[in-house]
């Protein structure tokens, strides 16, 4: 059901994020303008009201916010490129992952057509779409974020990072990757007690435990991190470095793979050598950011 008291909305690409995000926007009374690449799967949101464009170029014109949430950066070129030519006045907002320098990229490249770019991070899962727990990210042109702030609402709790339009893809991908940090972590753990055959449903609680203390430590690491003091604070580099070994060891006792484990054994080596052995875990940040020799 729509309401035309809401600004139309387009959204271009109708993969598991895409329906998601044309559902929220249908389920908030905004008319809705859709395309994607196989037309079936427009199916079920044209039976909600949404109206399915036959070209990308239509999509655009018949809305002054377009979002995007295509597969990748070139995926969003290939598709928009051949309605360039619609989008001068309008709104784009790319949902699509990227890195910082293609959301630049494509900010630049907006530009150039008259349309205002703001680009975003989506932090949640398609089945969280349209509620508070789903934050999406943004950064671009603070005039078309708060122009749009209302309807981007509709997808989730919205966070406007800055003008930067590199910003949001960037902290996009620094909490990804803190997320497989933590998945890997976890898929090592279980792949050690499997070996043993102890229930991974058994271990969880206790992974989930443990994780949740360790990270009572992230605030102060943080701080650490921005003042350059790196406090061991009873658990100094060298002795981490040292009874990292035994880590390794146990996964190739048990039978079980190391590529995800060994990378933190050179980085923490690498800052022994280097003479970091009484710091805290918190200046391995100060080593990430410099080649190794
Ligand atoms: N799904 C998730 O959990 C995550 C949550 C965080 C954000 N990501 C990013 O969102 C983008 C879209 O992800 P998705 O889950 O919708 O991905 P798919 O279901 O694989 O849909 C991909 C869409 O891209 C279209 N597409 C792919 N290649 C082409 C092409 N050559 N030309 C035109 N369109 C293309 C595809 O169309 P079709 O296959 O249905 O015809 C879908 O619309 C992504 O950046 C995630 O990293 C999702």
């Not at 058994?202 to 994780?211: H, I, S």
């Not at 002795?239 to 050179?266: K, S």
């Not at 918190?282 to 950011?289: A, E, H, K, M, P």
Request: net charge negative; with cysteine.
């Amino acid at each position: 059901m729509t309401d035309n008291a809401r600004p139309p909305v387009t959204v271009i690409g109708l993969g598991d994020m895409g329906r998601a995000l044309a559902g929220a926007l249908l389920d908030a009374g905004h008319p809705t303008t859709v395309w994607n690449r196989t037309a079936s799967r427009a199916d079920a949101l044209a039976a909600r009201g949404a109206a399915v464009a036959a070209t990308p170029a239509e999509a655009v014109a018949a809305s002054p916010l377009v979002i995007v949430c295509l597969l990748d950066d070139g995926t969003v070129r290939k598709v928009l490129e051949p309605a360039a030519g619609a989008l001068d006045g309008r709104t784009l907002v790319n949902l699509t992952n990227g890195t910082p320098r293609q959301a630049r990229e494509t900010a630049a490249w907006a530009a150039g057509q008259g349309a205002q770019y703001v680009d975003g991070g989506i932090m949640a899962v398609p089945p969280m779409i349209g509620r508070p727990e789903a934050l999406v990210l943004y950064s671009g042109s603070p005039a078309a974020f708060a122009a749009h702030e209302a309807t981007l609402g509709a997808l989730g709790a919205a966070r406007h990072l800055g003008a930067d339009p590199g910003l949001a893809a960037l902290y996009d991908v620094a909490l990804l990757s803190a997320m497989y940090g933590m998945f890997g972590g976890f898929l090592h753990a279980v792949a050690l007690t499997r070996s043993e055959k102890v229930p991974a449903a058994e271990f969880t609680p206790l992974v989930v435990a443990w994780l949740g203390a360790m990270m009572e430590s992230l605030p102060a690491m943080a701080e650490a991190v921005d003042s350059g003091d790196h406090p061991a604070t009873g658990s100094n580099l060298r002795m981490q470095a040292t009874a990292y070994v035994n880590l390794l060891e146990a996964a190739r006792d048990q039978g079980v793979g190391t590529e995800l484990m060994e990378p933190m054994r050179a980085l923490l080596d690498r800052a022994v050598a280097a003479g970091h052995g009484d710091d805290g875990l918190s200046s391995l940040v100060d080593l990430l950011r410099t080649a190794p020799a």
